[in-house]
């Protein structure tokens, strides 16, 4: 019996000590892991814990200004007056609004808006109910605050182009980021950040987003905002000069704006520099900086004048007789003919049974390449454009930046289209024929350009260098840094006596009697221009219509289906230095229509630069000014 409890007794013993031990080795791993927590590895959890406390934020920086060549502001941030509400600070959020709305013009649907997004988020975060409220505006919330709990007046910054729709084509405009456009980068989440769409805004946003601030807050479980610890501003944005001359950006807009539709670029043929360019009608880019409305955009978007488009680069137009300076140079290189060389015109040419005609209905007679420019002759482009053929055309045009984007910093620049045998065959699977190819020797057909190829062109026959055209001088960083150079450009590759023979044409135009230019001319002693006008046809003339009622005027047509008015030239004939070309939609004849327009912003550009610095344009001569417009050439064009 003893026995029995003494192996008992050891039995529990043994058990109560594998237990003691058991519990004193977990007591043991329980305190080496509360020292580990609380003593090795305290740092690191305060350090979380703080994370949790504190909530890092992102403060979006200025963004960078935008100018002219000489520091004129065209692109700035003003100040942005909003309101907002907090729902947890108010008894009634639909009725402060309706008070609120009583005060202020809230718009439609916005009290149903903002009870949307109350609804959505909670009760201490602020909700926008308007952006963009006047001072006075300000005033009358702020008088009426008392009836108005839990509504605060917050201000912030916005984009804003005082030049209003002068620059809308160039400039661009900023807008809230869409979610196509989000990559990662934090800063395009953040409420209200804008980014550019189109434009100069568009090809350097980054460059004038600048750098982001941060905000270091404290907050509570619930993400409530208890107080600021540290904040650190921001870098601005980078500003870009333009290449722009604002007092001639705006004298080109006034110029243009007596047509329906039309577009002008002048250019430094030197340095490739833009100095204007215009696109008629335009649009007030400040409406989409504070959200264009469904009513706006619709009239935009279905305005038979385009006015968003930017004609200058995006449009493309048949070159009419502004080509010819082109085939007479292809013709002069390739040694095939020579500027005296005659051919006579009748009227028209004859090939297969298809017939071409001039458009002067009794014909030239007897013209050389000097004369032919001078009188804009169809027969004599048909003539040598057969002996050179289509290719030979083709290589000069696109030598002299014709069919090709000219690599302007502004997003969707046109090519425009300079065909050849091989495109032909490629793009419409079929052989080129010889019609087509007179066609094309007067600017018709296929052949299509945009305005600012055309100044390109223009301005690679009057300096003999290969100018790209550019519309920044530099993205001057805060440390006052320029990131741009002045660029020198290669030798076009064209005789200077073929050059010359152009040149020597395009002077004909515009100084000697008949003319086609020569009532468009300057007439003040070293500023004289240089130039080609050109009537690009948008209907067929049918046989039946030359022969019956005869060619019907421009003016007995619908605008659409009249002629697009052209015409291109330099300044001054001596010692060149501008290059300017003007398109008018369905303008009529380019001697009597465009040509003045060249003329005018030629004579600005010329006074303009000796009457630099800070020159307003009340002070210029009164040869700068608007002139009335002259009588259609004794002589026409083609």
Not at 204 to 226: H, P, W
Not at 251 to 277: F, K, P, T
Request: charged share 25%; aromatic share 6%.
């Amino acid at each position: 019996m003893w026995h029995r409890d003494s192996d008992r007794y050891k039995l529990f013993t043994r058990r109560a000590l594998m237990l003691g031990a058991g519990k004193g080795l977990l007591l043991t791993g329980l305190a080496a892991r509360m020292y580990y927590l609380q003593v090795l590895e305290s740092d690191r959890y305060r350090t979380l814990a703080d994370e949790n406390r504190i909530s890092h934020r992102l403060l979006p920086p200025p963004r960078g200004l935008i100018t002219d060549r000489f520091g004129a502001q065209l692109a700035v941030n003003r100040q942005n007056y909003h309101i907002m509400i907090v729902r947890e600070q108010t008894p009634d959020v639909r009725r402060t609004l309706e008070i609120l709305n009583q005060i202020i013009d809230l718009g439609p649907g916005i009290i149903e808006r903002v009870e949307r997004d109350v609804a959505k988020r909670r009760s201490f975060v602020p909700v926008t109910v308007r952006d963009n409220l006047t001072w006075d505006e300000v005033a009358r919330v702020g008088v009426n605050a008392p009836d108005l709990p839990g509504l605060i007046i917050d201000a912030g910054r916005s984009r804003d182009y005082p030049e209003g729709p002068h620059l809308a084509h160039t400039l661009g405009y900023v807008a809230a980021v869409s979610e196509k456009e989000l990559n990662g980068d934090p800063l395009l989440e953040l409420p209200g950040f804008t980014i550019g769409k189109s434009g100069i805004e568009k090809v350097y946003d980054l460059a004038l987003r600048g750098k982001a601030g941060t905000s270091q807050v404290e907050v509570n479980a619930l993400g409530r905002v208890i107080r600021e610890l540290e904040r650190e501003e921001g870098e601005s944005g980078n500003t870009v000069v333009m290449t722009l001359d604002l007092e001639l950006q705006r004298y080109a807009n006034q110029r243009l704006s007596r047509q329906e539709s039309a577009s002008a670029v002048v250019m430094d043929i030197h340095n490739g520099e833009v100095l204007a360019m215009a696109s008629h009608p335009a649009y007030d880019p400040n409406a989409f900086t504070t959200g264009i409305s469904h009513r706006l955009w619709n009239s935009l978007v279905n305005n038979p004048y385009s006015p968003l488009s930017n004609k200058a680069v995006n449009g493309t137009y048949a070159p009419g007789s502004t080509f010819k300076m082109c085939v007479a140079l292809a013709g002069l290189e390739s040694g095939i003919i020579s500027a005296d060389q005659r051919f006579f015109c009748n009227g028209y040419l004859d090939l297969g049974n298809a017939r071409f005609h001039c458009w002067k209905r009794g014909g030239h007679g007897w013209v050389n390449m000097h004369n032919s420019l001078k009188h804009s002759c169809d027969v004599y482009y048909y003539e040598i454009s057969q002996k050179i053929g289509i290719d030979r055309i083709a290589a000069m045009a696109n030598k002299l930046g014709l069919g090709t984007e000219t690599g302007i910093d502004l997003p969707n620049e046109r090519s425009g289209l300079i065909p050849t045998k091989d495109w032909k065959e490629i793009q419409l699977g079929k052989r080129w024929q010889g019609g087509e190819t007179l066609i094309a020797s007067i600017g018709q057909g296929y052949v299509l350009t945009t305005p600012l190829q055309l100044c390109t062109m223009t301005a690679r026959i009057a300096s003999g260098k290969a100018v790209k055209p550019h519309l920044t001088r530099d993205h001057v960083a805060p440390d006052g840094i320029s990131s741009r150079q002045n660029e020198e450009f290669p030798d076009i590759q064209i005789s200077r006596a073929s050059l010359a023979r152009v040149r020597d044409g395009m002077n004909g135009v515009s100084n000697e009697l008949h003319g086609t230019g020569y009532r468009a001319r300057i007439d003040i002693k070293g500023m004289e221009l240089a130039g080609k006008s050109g009537t690009s046809q948008v209907r067929r003339i049918t046989m039946r219509e030359r022969q019956t009622t005869g060619v019907l005027d421009n003016d007995d047509l619908p605008w659409k289906y009249r002629d697009h008015a052209l015409f291109v030239a330099f300044a001054p004939i001596e010692n060149p230095r501008y290059a300017c070309a003007v398109v008018v939609d369905h303008g009529g004849g380019g001697s009597s229509v465009a040509a003045p327009i060249v003329r005018d912003l030629l004579i600005k550009a010329q006074e303009l630069q000796s009457a630099r610095p800070g020159i307003s344009a009340a002070d210029l001569p009164a040869s700068a000014q608007l002139r009335p417009k002259p009588p259609q050439s004794e002589e026409g064009e083609g």
